[in-house]
């Protein structure tokens, strides 16, 4: 993606070459002996170029073509001026060492692209070799030691810590670890432990205390289903588990910082801040300028279930929309407690994938959750994956009952977690996302948008263009078929005659030239790239400020997708966690969209000037319905209707 040498590093050559040049030249016209000739030519020509780099590459010169002309000129003109200096008084031509300049800078980077080549290919090498076609989907080689460093405990702290990893917030003193330039805490209770009496209960606020805790481990993942493309299986588990965690630079600083909280991905029933693609370190050391937060919530049946039509059932009111419920706890926390850290309240950026994305758009809408937060980033995820109506989740409750051999809430309350747990992986396919219940959540939350609900929240919407391998690559092959095929019997309720018609000819064609399932794959994706697409829509039309993201990246292995594991890397800078994820890193594609994410957060326009970020042409993202389409390592900002569907007039039915 970036250009190995530009126009630019050629100007920076002359006046290089002047400083290398005339610096040697003039030391052996002194009498200087030969190695203090060298010193003084590579330490003035270093000095030359890194002058010369800065005023070249700077702001002010590379926003307007016409500065950038009128420096060119200028370098020219004192290069030619020098080259007359050089050889009417010391006789000697510069052209020499701009050439040895040139060779200089040319081959370096076609030296650097080569050994990146070769250690990309090693690294693919390396890969294929674990994956091989990818049909298994996601598979982690861990070790036994790194498991049992992950599953710490944070322990109460009595004795002497280390007061400059410690912050004191309303609930404790929380002694982190220092990682690179960024302290870590993590596994900071953010809610009063949802257990025993509490179980299925809205999450209730921690009492106010001066006592003092490690913050060095994370804290126990939700209950959830495990499938064995989840990573996230290797970390222990508990229902006391609405702990966050929080990166910032251990460089202290008067200036409140904006803050970027993350939502985890999952399907609602799995997921947790442990994944090692959601680690926040490495984005809070390359931006110091931003303090990052993780969190987990509860999920399945302990997250979102409806108890009202079982005996009992109305001492849960509020289990439908447990794990939101949880979310807005955890940004009240991080709302009243993120100074301590040196954040920003009144500048929080959520960003999140799949259902993090979901929650989001649901809180958005929400009078609960308003003023939360300030700018949404929203990665395959939309109101469309939350229910209409309460149905859904009651019918789980039942279903609980039945595997469980219960009959009432007082008997549920007394099974044991391992008994829940079990039952809850045996009713997978039927577990539920969060319902808009016209309270929490409003009744149908693509018309509050249009009626302006998430006012004054700008949005970045990102649209993948393949989710059903990358849900294949989690899930397993078999879990797969059953919810595509289960997704696209649910899909033709929603649709008029016409439009499921069109539909059906679309699986008949796409069937005859390929398969039943991946013509049924295809179908989903597009449900929900348009769902997505309605989603700016409506935002858009009800006065936000939006911006479109179309993934478009091909994966390294063609099996296991590309999609909200490569872009939460990608966002995030993980690239160790994406190799083991069966991927391998972009980096200057990284590099690129954390400089736009940079900016959403911090308030800026998404534009780069060209080579704000070296060898980067200008990038302007324009607002919706422009998208930024991120495909093949470049970026380019264009339409993206014609990409989405494949089926007539489905467009138009989702967005209508």
Not at 346 to 352: A, D, F, K, P, Q
Request: aromatic residues 10%; negative net charge.
């Amino acid at each position: 993606m970036k250009k190995l040498f530009t126009l630019d590093d050629i100007m920076v050559a002359f006046i290089s070459a002047l400083g290398y040049g005339f610096c040697e030249t003039i030391a052996k016209l002194s009498g200087w002996s030969e190695m203090m000739c060298i010193v003084a030519c590579f330490a003035v020509g270093i000095a030359a170029e890194a002058i010369i780099s800065r005023i070249v590459f700077s702001k002010s010169v590379q926003k307007s073509r016409m500065n950038r002309v009128f420096t060119y000129l200028a370098i020219v003109l004192v290069f030619l001026a020098g080259q007359y200096i050089s050889i009417r008084w010391m006789g000697v031509s510069m052209l020499k060492y701009l050439r040895e300049e040139f060779v200089f800078v040319v081959g370096l980077p076609i030296l650097g692209f080569i050994v990146n080549l070769i250690i990309r290919w090693y690294r693919v090498r390396k890969i294929r070799g674990r994956y091989g076609d990818g049909n298994e989907g996601y598979v982690f080689d861990l070790k036994e030691k790194d498991i049992e460093k992950t599953n710490g405990r944070n322990q109460p702290i009595t004795g002497k810590y280390d007061a400059g990893c410690a912050v004191k917030t309303k609930n404790g003193v929380y002694v982190g670890e220092k990682y690179k330039k960024t302290i870590c805490y993590l596994g900071i209770p953010y809610a009063k432990p949802p257990v025993g009496a509490l179980r299925w209960k809205a999450p209730e606020p921690l009492p106010a205390s001066d006592a003092v805790y490690e913050a060095r481990n994370f804290g126990a993942s939700a209950i959830q289903v495990e499938h064995k493309g989840l990573i996230i299986r290797h970390h222990r588990q508990s229902e006391d588990c609405l702990t966050l965690n929080i990166g910032v630079a251990a460089e202290k600083s008067e200036t409140k910082k904006p803050v970027l909280v993350l939502f985890h991905h999952g399907d609602f029933t799995s997921g947790g801040s442990v994944d090692p693609l959601l680690y926040g370190d490495e984005f809070a050391n390359s931006h110091p300028d931003i303090v990052v937060v993780t969190f987990n919530y509860r999920l399945g049946i302990f997250g979102f279930i409806d108890f009202s039509q079982i005996p009992g059932g109305e001492s849960c009111p509020d289990a439908m929309n447990l794990g939101l419920l949880d979310q807005i706890a955890a940004l009240e926390w991080i709302k009243e407690n993120i100074a301590a850290f040196g954040g920003d309240p009144e500048r929080i950026t959520v960003l999140g994938f799949e259902s993090g994305a979901t929650s989001i758009c649901l809180l958005a809408a929400s009078e609960r959750a308003k003023g939360l937060f300030q700018k949404a980033f929203v990665f395959n995820g939309s109101p469309a994956s939350a229910y209409d109506t309460p149905d859904p989740a009651r019918t789980l409750a039942k279903d609980l009952l039945k595997e469980t051999q219960t009959s009432t809430m007082e008997e549920l309350m007394r099974l044991d977690t391992e008994t829940l747990k079990n039952a809850a992986q045996r009713l997978w396919l039927d577990m539920c996302a969060p319902t808009c219940d016209g309270a929490l959540i409003p009744a149908d939350v693509y018309q509050a948008f249009k009626d302006g609900a998430a006012s004054g929240i700008e949005f970045i919407i990102g649209i993948p263009r393949n989710v059903a391998q990358v849900f294949r690559s989690f899930v397993g092959n078999q879990n797969s078929i059953d919810a595509i095929f289960s997704a696209v019997a649910d899909l033709r309720n929603y649709m008029d005659d016409s439009t499921a018609n069109a539909v059906q000819a679309y699986i008949e064609a796409q069937t005859a030239a390929s398969t039943e399932l991946e013509a049924k794959s295809k179908l989903v994706d597009q449900w929900l790239a348009l769902c997505l697409y309605r989603t700016a829509v409506r935002l858009s039309e009800g006065g936000n400020q939006v911006h479109l993201m179309y993934w478009d990246e091909k994966p390294l292995i063609e099996n296991l997708g590309s999609g909200t594991v490569d872009v939460v890397a990608t966002l995030l800078g993980n690239s160790a966690a994406l190799e083991m994820y069966g991927s391998l890193m972009n980096k200057d594609l990284s590099e690129t969209l954390q400089a736009l994410m940079h900016k959403f957060i911090c308030g800026d326009a998404l534009q780069l000037y060209p080579n704000e970020i070296k060898g980067i042409d200008a990038i302007d993202w324009k607002e919706f319905p422009k998208a930024l389409i991120v495909s093949d390592g470049k970026l380019l900002c264009g339409t993206i209707e014609e990409r989405i569907t494949e089926v007539d007039g489905l467009l138009d039915f989702v967005i209508s």
